[in-house]
């Protein structure tokens, strides 16, 4: 079993910054995105920011210009650098990483999605 362990959560005031990092808790073959997730109570887990094993990324919207996510590959990391924080980036914030991997000798795929325990970001006014 993938534990993705997240760290950096916390609270700051608006236009602090705050980086979140997230490693798997032992080496997974066949990630291709790893990626960050905001869900605020009551809603649905959204995107914030993702990753590819290639080093392409996509953002939200509301995060473009002042987040910035990097990945490790060989150790299956992402970290997120938060800058310029608001109050509307206040969540519970998820680490993601999916991808697959053949899983025998006549090349069939399996998909695996793991996500973190997620970690606590507030931003006050």
């Known amino acids: 079993q993938v534990q993705l362990v997240e760290s950096g959560g916390g609270s700051v005031q608006t236009g602090g910054s705050l980086r979140l990092s997230c490693a798997a808790s032992?080496?997974?073959?066949?990630?291709?995105?790893m990626g960050w997730y905001r869900q605020d109570p009551g809603k649905e887990r959204e995107l914030v920011a993702v990753?590819?094993?290639?080093?392409?990324?996509n953002y939200a919207d509301s995060v473009k210009g002042r987040f910035t996510i990097s990945r490790d590959n060989a150790k299956n990391s992402v970290n997120l650098q938060m800058n310029s924080l608001t109050p509307q980036d206040t969540g519970v914030y998820y680490c993601?990483?999916?991808?697959?991997?053949?899983?025998?000798?006549?090349?069939?795929?399996?998909?695996?999605?793991?996500w973190g325990q997620g970690t606590q970001v507030t931003v006050s006014s």
């Open positions: 993601n990483a999916k991808g697959k991997v053949v899983v025998n000798v006549e090349g069939a795929v399996s998909e695996f999605d793991y």
């Open positions: 032992r080496r997974v073959f066949g990630v291709s995105d």
């Open positions: 990753i590819t094993s290639g080093g392409s990324t």
